[in-house]
């Protein structure tokens, strides 16, 4: 494979291209920009929700479809519960109900009727669940039971943003029980990693792994772990959680079975998610000013196909011949239309199209294609009778790319803090994750957030000791935290 | 292959199997065993909702994928659409509105606060597409939109049932828009060809393909196009619809484009849907008194391998050198539980597995295993050799089988009426269709439904003239329907 040559239009390419703002003028705007003129989303008559359209649906049933088969791996069902939580049901757990109750949307009337009793459309399921677990769970033979669901939810936000914060979302729920605390803590942990898996091996996204403070847990757990990603701007993105929750929600719902030695007693249990914000992290992971970038295991067109001339004699028959061998190896599709090449690059470029073929007729004079990747826009002459092999080590040279490019910003946005005057500086000047050494008390995760903004991503699994004391109080540091401002 | 021997363990087979209501005895009864029993489902806390169980779930999964494929074949996308409808965007479409506002479940409160204007929970989502549609198309070049969605559901239904009529429901709806009234009438026929092909292709389901009477239309089309099965107790179900809209809604919604002439027009739209009610019609074309009865190609067990004495030597190894060979070919299972091979037999019939295949040391001596069909009990000796071209003829053979009982059944279900007392005795007397001549009016639609308690399923494309009479009035017939009770 050789560097080649390519034909690029560049007045249309400059045209589309300047529709978007520039990452650096504003984050924010660029962001949507992207959302829409790669459209990925439209806006919707309802206020905070979403249009998900082909482009960014088809992403999400790439993940989905990748994702299910690593819980199917790993033992779990798919299964569906109801939209509603009656209210007295959503309230049987207190830590829960708290967290949950001020921000969910009430039916309150059935047809021309008002309902007996409200309720809500769900949140999150885990109330739903154990109602269910509690009819059909008696004896240890039952357990455990390994469940997961994919539906919609509804979270009543007041500010909403495309993917990472809108008032109904989708998203997947795995709900589990079990005999043992063991087993169930076990489950937590290996779920987080498939979570992690995921992010690194099909989205590109780096993570660190670790343990939410009791601040950040989710409501009624005893434990959540969450992966963290750093977007481009610098801001923290939790990417997925996973809760291991005890018994608490087992005995706030009766859920009892027979054991072995013939007691009578109660499960343990974990529930754990991802969403649809994974799209907002691809998007903010990957993304530059041309638009999106898409990691190749989750785009819907992994290689475009973009003939050159293609009013020339020989050059579509030629593009269709290529087209059906590159079907056998990836997501491919030809561009036929009627618009300039040019026009195509940029738009391909904005949807973040992985790889872009072009193909005229010099190149078929020398039976061979152009190859661009749209990571690093570096160009590749690939012979005709290759672009079998050629293609997906490709594929995969711009998914380590896309890796390594992100692992390095993340690397060299991530700055330790030793006292609160150096973490203040740092979160004042330099957006990134701060590693600081934390001693364990609320008072001071409360103060960091109050004086520097910051607040506590997680402890990670991997541990370091920066220093021995606490960079609030001083005092004697019980664990290294990753600290920062995340959407 | 020639009959063998099998090893049932008749005790623990008739307890199960007594568990469950015989259809003779009470159909409705029979089937919401079924629906438990088979642990397709679990009723909810919410009246009228239902929770589908794995089982249950992996057959819409198998319906899900297998369908979704016809959709993408035909060129369609999916897309996702927000949950709820403001009450103003609903009432746009004024034949729409009064068909649904009836049934809707209304939110008026997010969190804490009361809405400024109240959303409906989604009973189908024509409104939302046509909002959508008005912003995204504006010129030739952005039709024809072929676009599905698949998502929930909610009509507040009074009485309700497992599957057939749930206040929450799982669905694809298609939305479709085109230039001319042509093409939007033909997408509609298209749509219910793939239904009819996937009812009998896939759940071996034979349906009677038709246009429904103005009466029965869809709220807001112009024409409604139905498939129409019959169960085993004679009464239709409909099972898929497809709906021709002319430009109705994109008057009411405002859509409009700017066609080659550079004129101002509006498109022809159509929307087509089925549901989870197929598993209810799966259950009731196929399941008897040992329970379901699944079509191979959506039965989330293909084959379930029960080992026969399987503390002797060889068993187990044997078994799972057989289960390598069958998961090559099909979705099997190893049923290596400590249950009697009895209470598995009872077990798998009553989940209605398609094939049950014995293996115990008899069988292994002669290097073979018996193959039991589902269907109809019929047992083959397969040698373990061929147990890969076996299989697949075997599935086949139930799937064919299936579909021909269903068919006879049917037929014979399936009476001509030549005038009103005619038609009175078949409906006092004979659960199934009435095919039957029509004028066409209103009025003798009413009758029939007051005076006969029948209820037009459609008007059928295969259409044969019975009488030149109106089965009704004795005016001049136009069309020869199908009448019956209905789900």
Redesign the interface.
Known sequence: MDKGASAPDDMAKDKLVKSITSMEEDFAKWYTDVCLKAELI?Y???KG??????YG??I??NIQRQMDALFKETGH??????????ES?LQKEKDHVEGF????????????EELEER?C?RPTSET?FC??FK??VHSYRDLPKL?NQW??V?R?EKTTRPFLRS??F?WQEGHTLHATPEEAQAETIQMLNVYAKFAEEYLAMPVVKGIKTEKERFAGAEATYTIEALMHDGKALQSGTSHYFGDGFAKAFDIQYTDKNNNLVNPFQTSWGTTTRLIGAIIMTHGDDSGLVLPPAVAPIQAILIPIASHKPGVMEKANEVLAKLKNICRAKLDASDQTPGWKFAEYEMKGVPLRIELGPKDIENNSCVVVRRDNGEKTSVSLDKIEEAIPQLLKAVHDGLYKKALERRDSMTYDAHDFDELKEIADNKPGFIRAMWCGCRECEDKLKEDAGVTSRCIPFEQERISDKCVCCGKEAKYMLYWGKAY
Do not use: K, Q
């Open positions: 439209d919707a008559s309802v929700c979403m249009i998900i359209r082909p649906y088809a999400w049933e069902e798919n299964v569906y519960m109801p939209l509603f939580i009656p049901l109750a001020p921000e969910v949307a009430w039916v309150t009337h059935g047809g021309e309720m459309v739903l109602d269910h009819n059909i469940y539906c919609n509804v009543w008032r109904e989708l």
